[in-house]
């Protein structure tokens, strides 16, 4: 008995006696752990709701993916259905189901977005018992569409949510020790080099399909891992910056905090569909896309916010 692959079957035969009613929706549950939904999500979260949360949660997702890509050059572990042929995974999920299956990014990626809260947030029973379904519900369609093992949702759960545990005993020690910001974040560049250079260095498995194509090409690989960094030093550069020369605010009437977000998630969307891929697809791209990105989200906008804070308490 393959205690990772049988799971994974018994899940295609129940995908089978329904005729896939259920496909899509896990489908679009999986979504909820892609990486551009979960920066929205937190952007959100850490322009206009809760400013001291977003930070928690930016700072638990860059040392997340980093623990995450770590493990993925480091393990190596192919995808279900390379590792076993009976294995068929929902084809509109595939196409997201690049590089090594170990552990699960969408897996790691709901741990925090969606257990970061239940941590750190003040939030009532119930809607914290819904973030927890949500966290389920996208870890378990890992799983459903045959993208996953187990193995690789529970290791990216269990070790997320050990960091979140961490970073939020860390962010309980800022509240005594304001400049504990600056040792965390020159930890996480230091890690982030060290990362790079461990996946530059280190050898690959370098076996071909059928088709004398490479299972998995270390190039890609590559420019995960440069992607990944990219971020981590982005939000470990600018997290001090903005606390002590930005020092934005969350504040506003619903309207005010709206408009905010809208006028957010468009800067964003431009920066992710057009800025991102003139970088082109190589590490340096990769890395400096990311770099990009993550500046927007907690320098470049928070500077645009506290502008038009100021301005208004000039005027007001």
Partial sequence: MNIFIDPLLFLQFLRDITGGIFDSFFVKCSHFGEATTVIVIISLIYWCLDKKLGEYLLVSQGFSILVNSFAKVTACVYRPWIMDSRVHPVKEAIAGATGYSFPSGHATSATFLFLGPVLRGKFSKALSIGLICCFILVAFSRNYVGVHSILDVIFAFIFTFILLIIISKLFDKLEEKPNLDIVISC?????????????????????????????????????????????????????????????????????????????????????????????????????????????????IYPAIIKFFQNRKNLTG
Wanted: charged share 15%; proline share 4%; with cysteine.
């Fill in 187 to 299: 930890v996480a560049i230091v890690i982030s080099v060290l990362i790079v250079i461990y996946a530059l260095t280190k050898s690959y498995p370098m076996d071909y399909d059928s088709a004398g194509k490479l299972i998995v090409d270390p190039a890609i690989l590559t420019i995960d891992t440069f992607r990944c960094a990219g971020s981590a030093v982005a939000t470990f550069i600018w997290w001090p910056i903005e606390r002590r020369f930005i020092k934005f605010s969350t504040d506003g009437s619903v309207e005010e905090k709206a408009a905010r977000f809208i006028f957010g998630y468009i800067g964003l969307t431009f920066i992710i569909t057009v800025i991102m891929p003139l970088f082109g697809k190589t590490p340096t791209g990769g890395f400096l896309a990311s770099f990009v990105m993550i500046s927007f989200v907690i320098l």
